[in-house]
């Protein structure tokens, strides 16, 4: 079974541009989250998708960050325009339902670097 | 609302030492608690679970029990070895919150030969 897939690994900009993450998560997974993890930190979540709605995107700066789950599977992730502060690693999970019992997987991340 | 406090690191130990990475909550409703790890160049797994008071999870010889009355859920291994050198993250998730996940600031373990 492949896992949650990210792409690019890594990205380098300037601030002020646009950047953009994609995530794939497993098949069958209805739910899909997005984290951002800052240098020695605990991933943070963003946005929590059920199929394709967003059910909870109280923590994702809505003046500069936009998420979208077309079709409900694959997801992506845009920032613009992106400031330096906005350095992390930004991760994707994925799980077959909501609630403790469901176990989230994560994906490798991106690893953002604004210079 | 709700938040998770790990020991800080670095920890370095020897190959077969004893290990205890601690870990505390504060949570508003009755929390599931987690460990995950995530190795070298890799995303973060679920290493161990716990869904309610007294509960122990274990895997992979890690061992944490879910201490309601203190709000502690420290992790342990009796022997470590080279290849669990990882960041271990404690995590707790509110069904009270949809299931949200809180999760602490990781602790680097390194165990050296």
């Known amino acids: 079974e492949a896992g949650v897939v990210q792409s690019p690994r890594y990205k380098i900009i300037e601030k002020k541009q646009p950047v953009a993450f994609w995530c794939n998560p497993i098949?069958?997974?209805?739910?899909l989250y997005w984290y951002r993890q800052n240098l020695g930190q605990g991933p943070e979540l963003l946005i929590r998708?059920?199929?394709?709605?967003?059910?909870?995107d109280s923590q994702l700066p809505k003046d500069r960050f936009s998420a979208e789950r077309l079709k409900g599977v694959d997801s992506t992730l845009k920032i613009q325009p992106a400031e330096l502060g906005d350095s992390a690693v930004y991760l994707c999970?994925?799980?077959?339902?909501?609630?403790?019992?469901?176990?989230?997987?994560f994906g490798p991340g991106t690893r953002l670097t604004v210079t | 609302g709700n938040s998770v406090t790990q020991m800080e690191g670095p920890v370095t130990l020897s190959e077969e030492a004893f290990l205890t990475i601690n870990c505390t909550y504060t949570?508003?409703?009755?929390?599931?608690l987690f460990w995950y790890v995530q190795y070298p160049g890799e995303g973060l797994q679920l290493l161990l679970k716990?869904?309610?008071?007294?509960d122990k999870g274990s895997n992979k010889g890690f061992e944490a029990t879910y201490r309601k009355e203190t709000t502690s859920f420290h992790l342990e291994k009796g022997s470590v070895q080279v290849s669990d050198s990882a960041v271990y993250f404690c995590?707790?998730?509110?069904?009270?919150?949809?299931?949200?996940?809180?999760f602490g600031d990781g602790t680097t373990l390194t165990v050296k030969p």
């Open positions: 995590a707790l998730s509110d069904l009270t919150n949809a299931g949200k996940s809180t």
């Open positions: 098949s069958g997974h209805n739910t």
């Open positions: 998708y059920e199929n394709e709605e967003a059910v909870d």
């Open positions: 716990a869904t309610k008071a007294d």
């Open positions: 999970a994925s799980s077959s339902g909501t609630g403790f019992s469901y176990e989230q997987y």
């Open positions: 949570a508003t409703g009755y929390p599931s």
